[in-house]
């Protein structure tokens, strides 16, 4: 088996977590600056520098050109363009991008901008944040602004990054930037808010740009019972409307899942259901493993956590599972009228050791993506619709919460030089953009 031959293949990164340079060129600050600044995070780094992508991100293209990528999906700071998240618009910020989109294009890159990963500007959040439909207009009027003067070379537009993590783990639980612990209803709320705002943004990109592709990400995992007990059953189906169904239903088919048609009933107004769907031209899906739930009175919806019964795991204790991949796609096909879509994001954290050369053997994480991978190709084989692959992620990276700790790239980073280094997986992804194939590994 083999790839089709316009399949694209890329990475995936986010401002957030490479650009540094958070107070540079009339950058405002984000949640995710006050959320490291009141200790949030695990190991008390913060991304003030992270992997200084700001200042070299050429190198960054021309890592990601010599690797045989033919795309790129890279986020937007919100806060560099609208540095108080409306109102003036910062010429510097959206200068940055303009830079950074002509030099994947002279390096032969499809550029695909992402205009939310999570960096939301502050005056926003202390306004309610995405619990609060007042967000749909500034966002809309950011995607209007960073589009008009992009989309003449950007194609490829992606609204939100995982609104689904966003919400559960930012407003829910509050592990996440803006640390809000609201629950089930902040949760959904949250949901529905993005839900509406991408859209909208979609309408107001369209109509300036009708030739461009318009499309959202979402982290989709298959949600499994944690035993056979027919109450693990309903609360594994209960996640699966919270955690995939009211992003994917909402968009693509203009309704509220059924099983949250109640939940939801304060939050959705009449009418939102036709303004939540929109003919989106690519899907962008992220895959790590699947979600094993079990039925626990208590906590939201519920559920909670139960153990995947796997012998394979990865630095940010994640089971693999590369079934799970193979099931998403098929999902699509199934229930999603088979609709467009590419892996936006998938790849593992593991403890990387550089040998007494500085060179990185991470054999755990090219078996990772070589398994991924046939999930992918099987699915391919099986008509799903699957158009590229994006592996997270171009570079090791702030992890969130996790900080500095938790390595996902194909090219590490020594933080205190900030020197690249392309590990085996680079050199393993490389192959495969390069033949179309997956090559044999040991
Ligand atoms: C996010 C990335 C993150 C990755 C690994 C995804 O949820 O989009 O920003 O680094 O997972 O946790």
């Not at 609104?163 to 509050?174: K, L, R």
């Not at 979402?218 to 499994?224: E, G």
């Not at 940010?316 to 609709?339: F, H």
Request: net charge negative; charged share 25%.
């Amino acid at each position: 088996m083999s790839f089709p031959k316009d399949f694209f293949w890329g990475a995936s990164t986010s401002s957030y977590q490479i650009e540094g340079a958070l107070d540079v060129d009339g950058r405002g600050p984000c949640i995710w600056d006050t959320f490291a600044a009141q200790g949030r995070i695990n190991d008390g780094t913060n991304a003030s520098v992270a992997c200084d992508h700001y200042h070299r991100w050429p190198e960054d293209v021309a890592l990601l050109k010599a690797a045989g990528f033919g795309a790129y999906r890279f986020s937007i700071a919100w806060p560099r363009i609208l540095p108080t998240g409306t109102g003036a618009v910062n010429a510097k910020g959206l200068d940055f991008y303009d830079r950074l989109v002509d030099g994947l294009l002279a390096a032969g890159i499809r550029p695909m901008a992402c205009l939310y990963h999570w960096d939301l500007p502050q005056p926003l959040e202390d306004a309610g944040g995405w619990q609060t439909r007042a967000i749909v207009g500034p966002f809309a009027d950011y995607a209007r602004i960073v589009s008009e003067r992009l989309a003449d070379r950007v194609k490829d537009w992606v609204m939100l990054n995982e609104p689904n993590i966003v919400a559960i783990f930012g407003y829910g639980f509050g592990e996440h930037a803006p640390g809000k612990v609201l629950g089930a209803q902040g949760m959904l709320a949250a949901l529905h808010h993005q839900n509406l705002a991408q859209a909208e943004a979609m309408r107001a990109i369209k109509a300036q740009h009708p030739d461009v592709r318009l499309g959202t990400v979402t982290n989709v995992q298959p949600c499994l019972p944690d035993s056979t007990d027919p109450k693990d059953i309903a609360a594994a189906e209960r996640w699966d409307a919270v955690w995939n169904r009211v992003t994917l239903d909402g968009l693509l088919k203009g309704r509220v899942p059924t099983l949250l048609a109640e939940s939801m009933t304060n939050i959705v107004k009449t009418g939102d259901e036709k303004l939540i769907h929109f003919p989106i031209d690519l899907l962008g899906l992220n895959y790590y493993s699947p979600n094993t739930m079990k039925h626990e009175p208590g906590r939201p919806f519920d559920v909670g956590w139960g153990t995947p019964k796997v012998d394979r795991w990865t630095d940010m204790a994640w089971p693999v599972q590369p079934d799970g991949l193979y099931d998403l796609l098929t999902s699509i096909k199934r229930d999603y009228n088979n609709q467009a879509c590419y892996i936006a994001e998938n790849g593992a954290a593991y403890v990387d050791q550089p040998d007494a050369n500085g060179a990185i053997h991470d054999a755990d994480r090219v078996r990772y993506f070589a398994d991924h991978l046939r999930s992918v190709e099987r699915a391919v084989a099986d008509g799903c619709n699957v158009k590229g692959y994006l592996c997270w992620s171009l570079l090791d990276n702030f992890e969130w919460a996790f900080g500095l700790t938790k390595r996902f790239g194909i090219v590490r980073v020594d933080y205190d030089t900030l020197k690249r280094t392309p590990k085996d997986s680079y050199r393993f992804l490389s192959e495969v953009a390069k033949t179309g194939k997956i090559p044999a590994i040991l």
